[in-house]
């Protein structure tokens, strides 16, 4: 692989830096460019697309966890990331304790509304649930706003509008065991209404946390999720999330590591993850037209001295798949592919083939 590297910004107050790479794979023709931001820790990305680009937050701080860490945010317009914001901090209104700010999550309200989820708290036994919002694109918040007791809002993967209006939200809890389960948004205006199932699966059987919803149809929709134990788990419903399955093993790998799935335009689901039971050193990009059945289409990053982790999936309105995840905790790398090339070999017993034949 060729790296042709080029800084964007010469502006001194510039704080981000990027190199761009143009390359192929497999015939796969990918645009990548690799973002560091100006702090030492910088992890979980999470995209969405806005008016002239994309909008990207993140956790960033001194190290993972800490009390320092934050909620950032940059924008993307085409060409260039603008310099990082805070979007989000967290100091206890009584104590005046700050606490780090972790796993953001962007999703779209009513008309030009969009919301900002993350959790607070040193450790995700004791994460509390907040929310912001903004009407510009993400340049103006709202003030944050404590989620009720017992609600999360999504963790990781983003929410999906179901027949009746609520937003259904991937959810999970973990301080009883990691334990997965859905809620229920109902928006309107910033006093969002809550409600949420049961827990969906017990930990003394699939320690799981951090769903995925994949949306077959209004009824039918399934939900992928991280485990401890070296594979992904699924639950399906079939009546529109009135009632779940049973927690289900996959045959996909999940080295204890986020993943995020799409909805292409096509129909297909397109995933991003880690296959593997245990390392973090390559991140995979695979399609599949059932959400059962998948192929493998790219390896997106491998080296043995990087942990890719916590990918960021979407398909912008000119068709292309835009992937942000990080690297190593410390940079995150933004690569753009065309759908068309979202052809791979079929993955048997969970097994990435060593060669990628296309079709």
């Keep these: 692989m060729t790296l042709a590297l080029k800084n964007l910004w010469t502006h001194p107050f510039c704080l981000l830096t990027v190199a761009l790479a143009c390359h192929s794979l497999n015939a ?4 990548s460019e690799t973002i560091t931001p100006p702090l030492p820790y910088n992890d ?3 995209i969405i697309e806005v008016s002239g680009g994309i909008l990207m937050v993140w956790t960033a701080g001194s190290r993972p966890d800490y009390a320092d860490v934050t909620v950032q945010r940059s924008h993307w317009s085409g060409k260039n990331w603008s310099s990082p914001k805070t979007t989000a901090s967290y100091s206890d209104r009584r104590s005046g304790v700050q606490e780090a700010c972790t796993h953001p999550v962007l999703t779209r309200g009513p008309d030009k509304q969009m919301a900002l989820f993350y959790q607070t708290g040193a450790r995700r036994e004791l994460w509390k649930g907040h929310v ?3 009407y510009d694109g993400g340049y103006s918040w709202t003030p944050s706003s404590k989620l009720p007791a017992g609600i999360h ?3 990781k993967g983003r929410p999906v509008e179901l027949s009746n209006g609520k937003l259904l939200c991937p959810s999970s809890d973990a301080s009883a065991g990691w334990r997965v389960h859905m809620e229920f948004a109902n928006p309107f205006r910033e006093r969002w209404g809550w409600t949420k199932t049961r827990f969906l699966n017990f ?3 699939y320690r799981a946390t951090e769903p995925v919803i994949l949306m077959h149809d209004p009824k039918r929709i399934q939900v992928l999720c991280r485990t401890k134990q070296g594979y992904m788990t699924e639950i399906w419903t079939t009546d529109g999330a009135k009632t ?9 790998p999940n080295p204890n590591s986020s993943f995020d799935v799409i909805r292409l335009t096509d129909g297909r689901f397109a995933m991003v993850y880690n296959h593997s039971t245990q390392g973090k050193d390559r991140i995979h990009l695979a399609v599949s037209s059932n959400g059962k059945e998948w192929e493998a289409v790219e390896v997106l ?3 043995p001295s990087e942990s890719f982790e916590n990918p960021s999936m979407i398909q912008s309105e000119n068709g292309i798949i835009h992937i942000v995840y990080s690297m190593n905790r410390k940079r995150f790398r933004h690569v753009q592919v065309d759908p068309i090339e979202l052809r791979g070999q079929p993955l048997r017993n969970g097994i990435w083939p060593l060669k990628q034949d296309r079709k």
């Design 203 to 205: 930990p003394s059987e």
């Design 301 to 303: 990053d491998q080296s």
């Design 132 to 134: 912001k919002f903004t």
């Design 44 to 46: 979980s990305p999470n």
């Design 153 to 155: 809002g999504p963790i």
């Design 28 to 31: 796969a023709a990918l645009r």
């Design 244 to 252: 779940w399955s049973t927690m289900r093993r996959t045959a996909l």
